[in-house]
Every structure is written in C-alpha cells, then in structure tokens.
C-alpha cells in the first residue's frame, strides 16, 4: 500500500475544501431532530472518508499538506533502530513509531487518523446519542481540523484523545485518556490542567472576566513575554524541524505575520460569546458543558499571551479544539429542539463551513 502520487496533491486539497462546502449544504439541509438515522450515519461515513484520507495523503509539505514529508522522513529512521529511545520525550508516538517501524509510513498514517478521528466520534456520542454525527460534522468542518490531521497530526491525536477523557467524566477512562493523549504530545498538558482546575473553581462568569483582563494586559506585555520566554519549545515538534525553512506556504499566509492578531481574537471570542447566552440567559446547567466552556477560556487565555509568535496556531489549537463542540452542542443536546433551535444549527453548520472555506481561499 503506497501513498497517493504527489502530483495529485494540489487537487486533493481543492477537492476537500469543496465537496465539504457541498456536504455542508446538504447535511444543514438534511438536518431534523426526527431524521435520527441520518444525522447519526454521518460520523460514520465522513469518519470512514477522513481516515482513508489521512492515510493516503501524498508524502510532501506543499499544498497544504505541511509536516507530512517530515514524519515520514522521520518514521524512517526507525526501521533502523533496535530499540527505543529512552530520551523519547513523547513515549506514545515514539512507541507507535518504533512498534511499525517494518510497516509503510502509510500504516502509521493510518494509526495516526484512527487516533484523531475515533475518539473525536466516540465524545460526540458521548455528548449526545441521537445527534452526534452533526457535533463531528462540525468539528471536521472547523478551521484547524484539516491542519491537525495533516500537519500536526502528533498534536491533533493527542487533543482528540484529550476531548474523548473530558466528556467521559469517568474516575477510570478519563484519567488514562489524559495520560494516553500526553504520551502522544507533551502540549495536552496544559488543557488537562485546565480541565482539572473546574473540580477547584467552576464559576464561567469569573473565567470570562479573567479571559477580558488577559486580553487587555496581552496589548501591552505579550511582546515582551515572547522575547524573555521561549515558549516554542513547550509546542514544537522537533522531528518535522528540518522543514521549518521550507514551511508550506499555505500556512505561513495565514500564520507567519506577526503582531497583535485581532482576526484571530474575534474568531475565538465567538464560542466564548455563544457559551455565555447559554449558560448566564439561557440558563443551560449541563456540567460537561460548562467544564469545556472553562476549559476553552483557559487554554485561549494563555495563547493570547503568545500572540506575537509566529505560527502561534500552535498555541491557539490548545483552545481551538473545543471550538466547535462549544458552538453547536447547546442546540443538540436536549430531548426536545425547537424550530428555533434546528435553524440554529443549520446556520452554525453553513457559516462553519463557510468561514472554513473563505480562509482557504485567503
């Protein structure tokens, strides 16, 4: 089994953005709270599709296929080693890497997209039964789902992991959940820390206002934090450096500037703005919810002091993997949707995509 020809590449990254713009039309056209079988099939199928995908995406760091050539530059390596890396910093992908090392880059690939896409299935299942399969149509149709499959695919794994553990809230699975995420990518640490800090304080209003207070003193102290702090090192991947000069350049467009990005600010207010509607005037009490919108808070509040990195996307995924389930979750959850409430999922589903799509074609 071999990887798709790299010719081809260009083509596949079109074609992806567009036929999820299509099916965006269609599953918000399809969406009703009594058409059960179809809004749970679609985790299936598009799950099915996506680790195909992530399987056999050519081998090169262009076109928006970012790291690829580099994990498979580095999965290489270990067809000639003997034993593991004691000094492995992530224990996880170092023994995921050792234990196919006589396999095709294509199965670790594979490995890889069942790790990022299972467990990303399974949380929405959690979240809600009947509605699960339009939870992970947003989540696939998010702005940094394409770019955590392929490029960051150690990072992306680690988090889906770190999501399933959060909505289980189970005394066993949670825990071993965090730790199977943080042997995939030390960067988990910091969402499960903020996770475990709502068993301490869970007050939304009070992570919101810390959240604005974060924002006002990033103006004026992030730049200075980025030069005495090297904050890169805690998010990096050292085993795709020897791209770094050669960067795809679809991401350098979108992340490579620097300075205060209030594109980016208003893009992660948005699920803070919609968590509050739900939880301070809609008065929604459900507990997982309100631990993820914590959670997200946190994690954001630290990327806006990074702010000034380049290629902070790094950073802001920490949050941004909430993203999604944040926006549409409330709409989903209960026994009984309103009209009101499926017009607000089909729009959610559109402008998702929507947004997704137009920064594709930036």
Known sequence: MSSIDIQYAPLLNTAYYVILLILSVIVAGGYTQRNVFFNKSIAFFLGAAIIIFLMMRPLTYKFGFGDTQGYAFFFEQHRYAYEMDPNAGDIGYEFISFMLRDCDVT?????????YVVPQI??????????????????????????????GMRNGAALSLVMLGMVKKNIIWTPALFLAGLSLHGSALLPIAAYCLNFFYSKSKTYVIVWCGCLVLSMFVANMLTEIINLEDFIEDDRVGYLTTEFDSESSSRFSSTGFRWDFVLYSAVPIIIGGINIFKVQVKDR??????????????FWLFTIYI????????????????????PYVSKPVITPGETAVTRRTIILNELFT??????
Do not use: D, Q
């Not at 997982?288 to 954001?300: M, P, V």
């Open 107 to 115: 199965i670790l690939f594979l490995t890889m997209a069942c790790l």
């Open 122 to 151: 399974l949380a929405c299942r959690t979240l809600t039964r009947e509605h699960y399969g339009v939870i992970f149509f947003v989540i696939v149709t998010s702005f940094s789902y394409w770019g955590y499959g392929v490029n």
């Open 288 to 301: 997982i919810y309100r631990y993820l919108y914590n959670t997200y808070i946190t994690c954001n509040a």
């Open 310 to 329: 380049p290629y902070n996307n790094r950073f802001a995924y920490l949050s941004w993997f909430l993203f999604p389930v944040l926006i549409i979750y």
């Open 357 to 362: 799509f137009l920064m594709w074609l930036k």
